[in-house]
């Protein structure tokens, strides 16, 4: 049985950090292309970054500079580094799973909520 699960989520004033992390079970952690999306109340789930099996990260644009995404194969987790949040940043997070080769099975953790007080 395949599980992301998330933790680490809260309540932070703006300026300050959190550390988002997604640990993995039943997939093979190492050949799957890991990201991190948000969803906001009332907007569409959008992507935040990815990190491939090799190591290479995207982010988008509205948080390149504050957050880090990373992951750590022998523990099966991926991490996301928040840094100088804003208001703006206040959704739900979710963990990705992509497997990188076809049919490319894709997988999603349950969430965890970011609220970033002004």
């Known amino acids: 049985q395949v599980q992301l699960v998330e933790s680490g989520g809260g309540l932070v004033q703006a300026g300050g950090s959190l550390r988002l992390s997604c640990a993995a079970s039943?997939?093979?952690?190492?050949?799957?292309?890991m990201g991190w999306y948000r969803q906001a109340p009332g907007k569409p789930r959008e992507l935040v970054a990815t990190?491939?099996?090799?190591?290479?990260?995207n982010y988008v644009d509205s948080v390149k500079g504050r957050f880090t995404i990373s992951r750590d194969n022998a523990k099966n987790t991926e991490y996301l580094q928040m840094n100088s949040l804003k208001p703006e940043d206040t959704a739900v997070y979710y963990c990705?799973?992509?497997?990188?080769?076809?049919?490319?099975?894709?997988?999603w953790g349950q969430g965890t909520q970011v609220t970033v007080s002004s």
């Open positions: 039943g997939i093979a952690f190492g050949l799957n292309d």
């Open positions: 990705n799973a992509k497997h990188s080769v076809w049919p490319r099975a894709i997988y």
């Open positions: 990190i491939s099996t090799s190591g290479i990260t």
